[in-house]
């Protein structure tokens, strides 16, 4: 089995770092041996896959955590991408409930016409299971100004488990 790759495209966030770019705020890759997966795709993703070779139209999975720009804003693009200019209904995106439905706080951030060309749409709430070619996936809890802000934990037979909390507060 071929480990997995994680690639930092971009750790920033925030509304300033966003604005400013002096950290990226492009999200980040997991690449496995039939996965490729980018998580929390914000301003610059698009760009930066590229120019860093990573060809968006191999993209098999697209996460979103939450429904603030510095997390979804390049989701639309490459959705489009995976879907080969949206001529083939393919992959998974999983995202939280604001980000498909919106709530009290926030709209919707991927239109209906972009979640209906992609294979498989999973809403992330905390404690749903999941699997993404050989990864598990559980959705966790985040405590957030989104209130149904999601984090993602990773389950690997091979290597172990990792997690991407996203946006959150410390509770217990």
Do not use: W
Not at 95 to 120: F, T, W
Request: aromatic share 8%; with cysteine.
């Amino acid at each position: 089995m071929t480990p997995y790759e994680i690639i930092f495209l971009g750790t920033g966030g925030g509304r300033f770092t966003t604005i400013t770019q002096k950290r990226r705020t492009a999200g980040i890759r997991v690449l496995g041996e039939n996965l490729n997966l980018h998580l929390d795709p914000g301003p610059g993703a698009l760009v930066y896959s590229i120019s860093e070779g990573l060809d968006p139209q191999r993209l098999n999975a697209i996460f979103v955590s939450h429904s603030h720009p510095d997390h979804y804003t390049d989701a639309e693009v490459l959705i489009e991408a995976m879907t080969r200019g949206m001529t083939k209904k393919r992959g998974l995106l999983a995202a939280s409930k604001s980000v498909l439905r919106g709530n009290d706080v926030c709209e919707p951030s991927i239109s209906k016409y972009h979640q209906q060309m992609v294979e498989q749409v999973i809403e992330a709430v905390p404690n749903t299971r999941f699997q993404v070619v050989d990864l598990a996936v559980s959705v966790t809890k985040a405590c957030h100004t989104d209130p149904d802000a999601v984090g993602f934990r990773f389950e690997t037979k091979e290597y172990g488990d990792f997690a991407y909390t996203s946006d959150t507060q410390y509770f217990e």
